[in-house]
């Protein structure tokens, strides 16, 4: 197991940016295959992203390809979500999870052992 903690969150105009991070507790962080889901009221948890454990696999869903970028530093045991052009859609809170296996795009939830608090996301129009 790995403990997460996110960062990063706020309140956003459409069209600017925001860059969480993830900071993971333990020496085995660079095992892990990281991602992010998000979760908009009255909505399912929904994959967002994820990494391999050394940078060489990524995967997004389709509704933030172009616009997100996640990557990692195991140096620093942490993952980030860059965000850009932020629509209003985008509002949500958005989890940090980490797994012990390869990237699959479209991941459940369930796929994912470990979980961070949140952090929440809010785009005005």
């Known amino acids: 197991q790995v403990q997460l903690v996110e960062s990063g969150g706020g309140l956003v105009q459409a069209g600017g940016s925001l860059r969480l991070s993830c900071a993971a507790s333990?020496?085995?962080?660079?095992?892990?295959?990281m991602g992010w889901f998000r979760q908009a009221p009255g909505k399912e948890r929904e994959f967002v992203t994820a990494?391999?454990?050394?940078?060489?696999?990524?995967a997004y869903a389709d509704s933030v390809k172009g616009r997100f970028t996640i990557s990692r530093d195991n140096a620093k045991t942490t993952v980030y979500l860059q965000m850009n052009s932020l629509k209003p859609e985008d509002t949500a809170v958005y989890y940090c999870?980490?797994?012990?296996?390869?990237?699959?795009?479209?991941?459940?939830?369930?796929?994912?052992?470990?979980w961070g608090q949140g952090t929440q996301v809010t785009v005005s129009s």
């Open positions: 333990g020496r085995t962080f660079s095992y892990y295959t």
């Open positions: 990494i391999s454990w050394n940078s060489g696999s990524t």
């Open positions: 999870a980490a797994r012990r296996g390869p990237v699959v795009a479209g991941s459940l939830p369930s796929d994912f052992g470990s």
